[in-house]
């Protein structure tokens, strides 16, 4: 299974971030799994954002939940972040995931930068 | 919510034994998985133990993982230690539709 984040590497304070994972190896559409979004700050830990069913369940980061959308295109095999009114702090590297039930994330994606600058 | 805290950093000399806590805020430890995370620098994540104390196939024998009720605490432990086993270790649970990450602890293998 290999997932592989895709997006803008530099977006403007105050835009949205909008970053797409595409999944291949395997079906988004199993009923065994959720997808989700991490990312970490330069330098520090990591940080839940947000995850999915494929049946269009979501769960989000109660801190974050007011300015994340996650979605889910199961013809594409993708699944989708936007994260809205984006200040420096949303600067970091982010991961896209699958869940193995609401336990263990067994596959990651390699990771994408993304700045939030002017 | 909950959160899941961890020392900072830990330090251990080649061959000697080291364990990492990870300590639940509120609600039991023993209610939902825990999970540990294995982080080289400039890599993406792995899993080096699942369900609490299962190790995923590759990972060796070294590292172990443990709950203590008690303590509310979870505890990944790496003996025999290795100078490749330097990097940062994450603790993982969920509760209440909410997936939690410990704050990482950076290993040093000296």
């Known amino acids: 299974l290999l997932l592989q984040e895709s997006g803008p590497g530099l977006v403007k304070p105050s835009e949205t971030l909008s970053l797409t994972c595409s999944v291949s190896?395997?079906?988004?559409?199993?009923?065994?799994?959720?997808w989700g979004w991490i990312r970490q700050p330069p330098g520090k830990g990591l940080e839940w954002i947000g995850s999915?069913?494929?049946?269009?369940?979501?769960y989000y980061n109660p801190s974050l939940k007011s300015r994340v959308t996650i979605s889910v295109d199961t013809s594409k095999n993708q699944f989708s972040l936007k994260l809205n009114s984006v200040t420096a702090a949303d600067t970091a590297v982010y991961y896209c995931?699958?869940?193995?039930?609401?336990?263990?994330?067994?596959?990651w994606g390699q990771g994408t930068l993304v700045t939030v600058s002017s | 919510n909950f959160m899941l805290t961890q020392p900072h950093s830990v330090s251990e000399s080649p061959g000697k034994t080291v364990t990492i806590s990870c300590t639940r805020s509120s609600g039991s430890i023993a209610d939902n998985y825990v999970q540990w995370y294995q982080q080289r620098p400039g890599s993406s994540p792995t899993t080096v133990i699942y369900e609490d104390n299962q190790r995923p196939s590759g990972v060796p024998d070294r590292f172990s993982g443990s709950i203590d009720s008690s303590s509310n605490s979870a505890s990944l432990t790496i003996s025999g230690l290795k100078t490749e086993d330097e990097a940062d270790y994450y603790c993982q649970s969920y509760g209440s539709s909410i997936w939690v990450f410990g704050g990482g602890t950076k290993l040093t293998v000296l």
């Open positions: 190896g395997g079906s988004i559409s199993s009923n065994s799994y959720y």
């Open positions: 999915i069913y494929y049946s269009g369940n979501t």
């Open positions: 995931a699958r869940h193995v039930g609401v336990a263990t994330i067994d596959y």
